[in-house]
């Protein structure tokens, strides 16, 4: 199992998506360009993805940062290239970092939030 972090962008295309829209967005996209990403074990498995945190209504965001389980090893640089084509105009990537599987997890890395008023 790999474990990456990916910094995007919510751009000003997106600005009225929800949070949960924003996740399905994802989910669609990583489908969609066959990456082989981990799912959780249950009766309702789901895939293992995670937003640091839920943006409001009306927010944009840059950088966005985003937790994504991967089943195989994967070169972070195909999982751009593959990706990329998927997302819809407004969500841009910026960064990928591969992680340890130990190390804690994305929003133990993250300690605030800015925020900018126009």
């Known amino acids: 199992m790999k474990r990456l972090f990916l910094s995007i962008s919510k751009g000003e295309e997106l600005r009225f998506l929800g949070h949960l829209d924003m996740l399905r967005t994802m989910e669609r996209a990583v489908i969609r360009s066959g990456i082989p990403i981990a799912f959780s ?8 993805i995670a937003f640091d945190a839920a943006l409001g209504v009306g927010v944009t965001a840059d950088p966005l940062y985003l937790e994504m389980k991967l089943e195989k090893d994967f070169l972070p640089e195909k999982v751009s290239a593959l990706l990329t084509p998927q997302l819809p105009q407004g969500i841009m990537f910026h960064e990928i ?11 133990t890395f993250l ?3 800015v925020y900018e008023m126009e």
């Open 41 to 48: 074990e249950g009766f309702n498995p789901h895939m293992k």
């Open 97 to 107: 970092k591969e992680v340890g599987l130990d190390s804690g997890k994305l929003v």
């Open 111 to 113: 300690n605030e939030d």
